[in-house]
Structures are given as C-alpha cells and as structure tokens.
C-alpha cells in the first residue's frame, strides 16, 4: 500500500523568506509525485509533478520541489515567500503500472506567510 | 478550456432528504473521481469512473451514496435520505488516460445538512 506523510500540519513563515513544506512518502515501485495548492473556498490546483528525470522540479507561482529517493521525500519550496502563498499544500503519490489512477494524498499542510 | 465545474457550489437541505451533486469534467478526460474533505477526515475519495464506468466505489461510505456517469461530460453523486454528518465540501475532478498527468479539481459543492 501506498502512502503519503505531511509531518507538519502548520508552517508558519515571514514574508520574503524561503519557505519549506515537507512531504515523506512510501510506496513499492517508483512513484509519481504531485503538489497542489488549496485556496480558501476553492478546489486543489495543480502545482507541479516529479515524473522522471532531474530530481528539481519548478511549478507554477515560482515553486519547486525536491525528489530525494534515499530519504523517500518530495518537499515543496520557494525562495521568497509572499502573503498570497498562504493556503492549504496537499502532496501526493501515484504508483505507475499499479493498475490505478487513483491519487493518495497526505492530509495536509496549511501555509501562514505573515507580512 | 474550461475546468471542472460543479453545481451547485452551496446546497442546504434537511436531514432525510435526498441530494444530488453535479460535475461535469473536462473536455478529453478519460477519468473521473468524486472526493469528500472535512476536517476531521480530510480529503477521502469516493469513487471514479473510466469511460463512464466505475472502477473503484471503495470509498463510498453507505449504500445511501451512488454514483452515475451517464455519458463523458456528465457525473452526479447522489445522497438518499441525507444525513447531518453528511456535510461536508465535495469535489470532482477529472484527469487524461495518463499516469503521469494530474487531477484537475472543479470549486466543489459546500454541503450542509441541517
């Protein structure tokens, strides 16, 4: 079984800082990884994938992540926080070929970038 | 391209009776999931469809849930009689026929039974 550790449930960060949102997972196989972003009254929107490749991805809104496949993570970062990246940060893992499209997500981070 | 789009955003209804949430996906997606978040659970998934057909309705709390894909541009979830620990927000979203692509997420439905 596939799943998805997002140790810290809230992370709070000055503005103009770099910020770090973490992301643990555990799967057999190599996994498909995804980060969302959930605005207030809004549906997750899509951030950015690792898929196969450079283990640093960049994503929409200056984001980036790292995949680290010894430690089994996947962390979100930015380096220069603003007040409007304060929202709901949600990763998650896909299992190629596991004969599913179903995602498993982690339960959340919530992200309070103070001016 | 238009995203996903649910009706209604907000619905608020008496216990016991029956509720029906709309989705239609995005133009081209071969996959369709309907998701429940609440604060104490999070984001759980329901149920999705392939093609219209549904593959995994594991999630599916109760026999009072069901789901339908009568065709590629259209979904409904359905809840019959509604209970109070029903309420919750629920989200559709839609996806292509392809490992590597994400999930497209619609606004979701704010349910709340009184």
């Known amino acids: 079984a596939q799943s998805v550790a997002q140790p810290e449930d809230q992370v709070n960060v000055a503005e103009g800082n770099p910020l770090t949102v973490k992301c643990t997972y555990s799967?057999?196989?190599?996994?498909?990884l995804f980060w969302y972003v959930q605005y207030p009254n809004r549906g997750l929107q899509f951030l950015l994938k690792?898929?196969?490749?450079?283990?640093l991805v960049k994503g929409s809104y200056g984001f980036e992540a790292e995949f680290n496949k010894s430690q089994t993570s996947f962390h979100l970062k930015k380096p220069s926080a603003l007040v409007s990246d304060s929202a709901l940060y949600f990763c998650?893992?896909?299992?190629?070929?596991?004969?599913?499209?179903?995602?498993?997500f982690g339960k959340g981070t919530k992200l309070s970038v103070i001016p | 391209d238009a995203g996903v789009i649910q009706s209604p955003r907000h619905e608020v209804t008496e216990m016991g009776q029956e509720v029906t949430l709309r989705c239609k996906p995005i133009?081209?997606?071969?996959?369709l999931f309907w998701y429940r978040q609440t604060m104490m659970r999070g984001l759980e998934l329901l149920i999705y469809?392939?093609?219209?057909?549904?593959?995994?309705d594991s999630g599916m709390p109760e026999d009072r849930f069901s789901a339908k894909m009568p065709n590629a541009s259209f979904s409904t979830l359905k809840i019959q009689p509604s209970e109070p620990r029903d309420s919750a927000v629920y989200f559709c979203?839609?996806?292509?026929?392809?490992?590597?692509?994400?999930?497209?997420f619609g606004d979701g439905t704010r349910l709340s039974i009184l």
């Open positions: 979203a839609s996806s292509r026929n392809r490992a590597n692509q994400p999930q497209h």
């Open positions: 799967v057999s196989g190599n996994p498909y």
């Open positions: 690792y898929i196969t490749g450079d283990n």
């Open positions: 998650a893992v896909r299992v190629p070929g596991a004969g599913s499209y179903q995602l498993t």
């Open positions: 133009s081209g997606h071969d996959y």
């Open positions: 469809f392939n093609n219209n057909v549904p593959i995994d």
